[in-house]
């Protein structure tokens, strides 16, 4: 198995453009979820999704829009970027049962705004 | 909402000692605590994870202790070696919240020859 897959692994933007970030996973996870990663920050939360059609803001929502059209991807949209969205991106995904189970990652986007 | 400190945000030791990263959560909610572990450039990877009805788990030199009356949680890594070199990091999240997970800020641990 694959895993969580994301695509790509790096982009570079100019400020106000827009731009979708993949990522797929192939575990049949109902839940699943997009991060950024901003140094001495830890991991904060920006859309989740708990199955197909469902999806729900987490901390920092703003500027991002979600999708989930399928169990398998759930894309995440930068619609005018902005040198604050600088950052690395991860989508988790996780069985979504009667306790909370592990999320597995995936290797990341790398996203600089000039 | 829930809110994780984590400490220290740095931890240096030697090879074959002990190195300990604590963490505290707001939301007595919260009834999961995973830890992860990212090195440089990857993704993180969950090495334990501990529910609120076990006080403690073990898994060869790794272990979790929770303590839910003071709201705190702890990694206690045994006989450390150069490859647990990486940040850590912890989180906690509520069952029926969406599994979303609340991070702390991370601890880079360095192990030393």
């Known amino acids: 198995n694959a895993g969580v897959t994301q695509t790509p692994k790096f982009q570079v933007l100019k400020t106000g453009q827009s731009m979708t970030l993949q990522c797929a996973q192939d575990?049949?996870?109902?839940?699943m979820s997009w991060y950024r990663q901003d140094p001495g920050m830890g991991l904060r939360l920006i859309h989740y999704?708990?199955?197909?059609?469902?999806?729900d803001q987490g901390e920092v929502p703003n500027g991002y829009n979600v999708s989930r059209s399928t169990t398998e991807d759930f894309p995440l949209r930068l619609l005018s970027a902005a040198p604050s969205q600088t950052s690395v991106y991860f989508c988790?995904?996780?069985?979504?049962?009667?306790?909370?189970?592990?999320?597995?990652f995936g290797d990341g986007t790398r996203l600089s705004i000039l | 909402g829930e809110n994780v400190e984590q400490h220290p945000s740095t931890l240096s030791v030697q090879e074959g000692d002990s190195a300990v990263i604590k963490c505290t959560y707001s939301?007595?909610?919260?009834?999961?605590f995973p830890w992860y572990k990212q090195e440089l450039g990857k993704r993180p990877q969950l090495i334990i994870d501990?529910?609120?009805?076990?006080g403690e788990k073990k898994d060869q030199r790794i272990a979790v202790t929770l303590n839910k009356t003071a709201k705190h949680f702890s990694l206690h890594i045994t006989e450390t070696q150069p490859e647990d070199s990486a940040v850590y990091f912890c989180?906690?999240?509520?069952?029926?919240?969406?599994?979303?997970?609340?991070f702390g800020t991370g601890t880079q641990l360095k192990v030393e020859l």
């Open positions: 501990i529910r609120s009805n076990v």
């Open positions: 939301d007595s909610a919260s009834n999961y």
């Open positions: 989180a906690a999240s509520i069952t029926g919240g969406g599994n979303k997970l609340t």
């Open positions: 575990m049949n996870h109902e839940y």
């Open positions: 999704s708990v199955g197909a059609g469902i999806t």
């Open positions: 988790a995904s996780s069985y979504q049962g009667a306790s909370n189970q592990p999320q597995h």
